[in-house]
Every structure is written in structure tokens, then in C-alpha cells.
């Protein structure tokens, strides 16, 4: 087979409202193994979790896709999550607009009966802008602007009307430390990464300075081809 197939075995712990009170309940943890397989133009995977096991009939968590390159840019993607009936049939386009690198997504999903889409800008060296949004509104919109080992993501979620930010450094070579803050809801999370490793430390942080307990997961996530 070659490298024309994959696993990617994907564990999480979670540690939540770290402080008074805490106990059994505030502990979780869960798994997921999304096995991939290419043949020439045609992509498709099928995802598992160990949700799956312990509720076979009820095919929780159960994912299938399959991609389909097409000519000129044309990528044709569907989506099917077994558990709740849900299928997304759609395309993606990548090329140029006016000289610049674009990518444009725009899928139809059954649950909600809506088109919804994605587009995304190369606007220069180190930036690009992305906008989300669906037959009715704009959902998010988000600017990425990096420079040497600094990543600066101003975003706005519409619906929510909620501004955020994030910045990520690299430490390194392997190594990357990010930090967020979302302005409505005060949600603070900083993330250390190094690859297949992911931990992040979240919690609310107030105008006021004032902090909630915390929260702790850790997340284990490597591709091993075959």
C-alpha cells in the first residue's frame, strides 16, 4: 500500500474546574482513530471513538468521508456522521483572485438545511483573511498575520459578536506557545505544542483581573502511515 494510507490515533484528557469541590466528575477522557486512505485522485476516511465501542448499534461518533479531485482546482468533499444521519455534500476551489492565492468551500449539510461556506486570501507575504458564513449571514471572520516566529489572529465572531485574539511564538524548532483571550466571554487559554503533544491551561479572566478555575487537557495526536 505504500504511503497511501494512514492512522491517526487521537487521545484527550480533560481536567475541568480545577479548586474547591473538585472531584471524579471534573476528570474525562476519550479517544479517537480516524484511519485514511488515497488512491490517485480519491481520498477517504473513517473515524472511531471509543464512544463507538461502548455503543456499537447507536454508531456514536462514526465519520465518513470521501474526496474527489477534480479538474481545475475542483475538489468535491462529502460527509456523513452515522450517529445522527448527518450528511454535508460540497466543493472546494482552489486557485487565484486577482493574483492572489484563494481557497473558497461551500457545502450543503441535511441537519440544518442550509449552504454554508468559507473563503480564505492570501492577501500578502505572511497574511491572509478568512471569512465563514452561510446562505443567511456572515458567521466569523479572522485575520492571520505572522512575522518571524510571531502569529497574530484578530477574529470576530458575528453571531456571538464577540472579538477575540490569539497569538502564537515559536519556541524553537518543535515547540509553539499560544495564547488567547475572548473578549466576551473572558475566556483565557494558554497552549504548549510539540508535536504529537498539545496541553492547554484555560480559564476566565475578568476586566477586573479576576480569574476562575482553571482547566487542564492534554491531547496526544500522530499520523502513522502505512
Excluded at 452515522?82 to 461551500?106: C, E, R, S
Amino acid at each position: 500500500m505504500g504511503k497511501d494510507a494512514s492512522v491517526t490515533p487521537k487521545a484527550t484528557l480533560n481536567v475541568n474546574s480545577i479548586g474547591p469541590g473538585f472531584g471524579k466528575s471534573n476528570v474525562g477522557a476519550g479517544g479517537i482513530a480516524t484511519l485514511k486512505w488515497k488512491r490517485s485522485k480519491f481520498n477517504a476516511s473513517l473515524a472511531l471513538s471509543d464512544g463507538t465501542l461502548k455503543s456499537v448499534k447507536s454508531l456514536k461518533d462514526v465519520v465518513l468521508t470521501a474526496d474527489y479531485k477534480a479538474p481545475k482546482g475542483v475538489t468535491v468533499n462529502s460527509k456523513y456522521e452515522a450517529g445522527p444521519k448527518k450528511y454535508q455534500v460540497g466543493a472546494t476551489w482552489d486557485g487565484n483572485v486577482a493574483k492572489k492565492a484563494t481557497t473558497l468551500k461551500a457545502w450543503y449539510s441535511n441537519k440544518d438545511n442550509l449552504v454554508a461556506g468559507e473563503a480564505t486570501v492570501n492577501v500578502a507575504k505572511g497574511q491572509k483573511a478568512n471569512v465563514t458564513f452561510n446562505q443567511k449571514k456572515v458567521l466569523t471572520a479572522k485575520y492571520t498575520y505572522t512575522k518571524g516566529d510571531y502569529t497574530a489572529e484578530p477574529s470576530y465572531n458575528f453571531t456571538r459578536k464577540a472579538p477575540a485574539v490569539a497569538v502564537t511564538k515559536k519556541l524553537g524548532s518543535k515547540d509553539t506557545l499560544k495564547v488567547s483571550y475572548d473578549i466576551k466571554s473572558e475566556g483565557a487559554a494558554a497552549e504548549w505544542a510539540r508535536k504529537p503533544f498539545k496541553v492547554t491551561l484555560s480559564s476566565s479572566v475578568s476586566k477586573k483581573l479576576q480569574v476562575g478555575k482553571p482547566s487542564l487537557s492534554a491531547i496526544f495526536e500522530n499520523v502513522y502511515e502505512f
